[in-house]
């Protein structure tokens, strides 16, 4: 009877110990799949955020790009509206005869007028 009772012991925890392996290794596989991908999902947005950052280095590059060419662009507007000043400036001097004092009241009756005149659209702009 003690043998007996020895191998039942025996056969069950042969039984409960493959059960264990097996579901061990279903553990396993499982573990390894959720692994994968959490795994895939992180590669993903790491592939996500290279593309943001490359969509937001050429933003910037085409920004200071367009600045650059703002500026020198501004800067040879000046430059044309300042010698326009100062041909309608002389062309003033010469219509009075010489006389500075007339030629200087046009050319800044100009100025203001061009300034009025943009203050005016801008104006419109804000309200509407």
């Known amino acids: 009877m003690a043998s007996n ?3 039942s012991e025996e056969t069950s925890h042969q039984d409960s110990s493959n059960q264990q392996d097996g579901s061990s290794f279903i553990n396993f596989e499982l573990k ?3 692994l994968a991908f959490i ?3 992180a590669e993903y947005f790491e592939t996500l955020f290279l593309y943001a950052k490359k969509i937001a280095v050429e933003q910037i590059v ?5 600045y650059l060419f703002l500026k020198v662009g501004l800067f040879f507007i000046s430059l044309s509206v300042l010698f326009l000043l100062g041909a309608f400036f002389l062309f003033l001097q010469r219509y009075f005869g010489g006389d500075p004092l007339p030629a200087l009241l046009g050319t800044g009756g100009l100025c203001f007028g061009i300034s009025i005149i943009s203050f005016i659209l801008v104006a419109r702009k804000f309200k509407g």
């Open 5 to 7: 009772k020895t191998s």
């Open 39 to 41: 795994n895939s999902i």
């Open 62 to 66: 085409n920004g200071v790009q367009a």
């Open 32 to 34: 390894e799949h959720l």
